[in-house]
């Protein structure tokens, strides 16, 4: 079955203790993408990965990393949590450059991350 | 900066169709339109895409302006189900032209019984 996966779904966290949500693929997508969900902003992007070693800044990159080492995986790293990083947590991934229906993003089903 | 701009939200009758608006007046001639559904904090899922003509699949219809400024989303039998915040998006269909994906706040449409 065709689909993305995030671990863990649900994480509480105290201020400044390192974690990684990981994001994991199955359908050889080039590009991979975590966006993060606060109420009456939508979805904002923080990273984006157009293939293997190659990632770039979103709109909201501050205090997160991304890495890129094999195609299907793409972790989140915050380094040291904050309470303004609580918040919901989406990986996507594509096909890139098809044009129309490839290029759909599939989602991953969140990560529900709090930081005390 | 947001390259659509939706209304916060809309209410439509059970049964009747759901027109949702989005405005994508900076559009270029290589960017697909694409819209997305999220109902409570799932995931968002693909409803549709079009570069510039109309188009229609099982869930919904898509209809871009004649300038492509513009587009409609239209659920043509709402359903309970169909109560969900509703995103409009623009991708580029070239990989050299991908950059970041802004999806802003959405639509959140209410099926009302």
């Known amino acids: 079955e065709a689909q993305v996966t995030q671990n863990p779904r649900y994480l509480i966290t105290v201020t400044g203790k390192k974690l990684t949500v990981t994001c994991s693929q199955n359908?050889?997508?080039?590009?991979m993408s975590w966006y993060r969900q606060d109420p009456g902003l939508g979805l904002r992007q923080i990273y984006y990965s157009m293939n293997v070693e190659v990632t770039d800044k979103g709109d909201v990159p501050e205090g997160y990393k991304v890495s890129r080492k094999e195609k299907r995986n793409f972790p989140l790293i915050l380094e040291s949590p904050s309470p303004n990083q609580t918040s919901l947590y989406f990986c996507a991934s594509s096909l890139l450059g098809t044009g129309g229906l490839a290029d759909t993003q599939y989602f991953g089903p969140g990560t529900r991350l709090t930081v005390l | 900066d947001a390259k659509t701009t939706q209304p916060p939200s809309m209410d439509c009758a059970e049964g009747r169709a759901a027109n949702l608006p989005c405005n994508h007046s900076?559009?270029?001639?290589?960017?697909?339109v694409y819209w997305y559904r999220q109902i409570h904090s799932q995931g968002p899922q693909y409803i549709i895409h079009?570069?510039?003509n109309n188009e229609t699949n099982e869930m919904a219809s898509l209809i871009i302006t004649e300038d492509r400024k513009s587009s409609t989303l239209i659920l043509p039998h709402a359903t309970l189900r169909d109560t969900a915040v509703y995103y409009c998006?623009?991708?580029?269909?070239?990989?050299?032209?991908?950059?970041?994906?802004?999806f802003g706040p959405g639509t959140s449409l209410s099926v009302i019984p």
């Open positions: 900076t559009i270029s001639g290589n960017e697909y």
């Open positions: 079009g570069l510039k």
């Open positions: 359908m050889n997508h080039e590009y």
């Open positions: 998006i623009v991708r580029p269909t070239q990989k050299t032209s991908y950059d970041k994906v802004i």
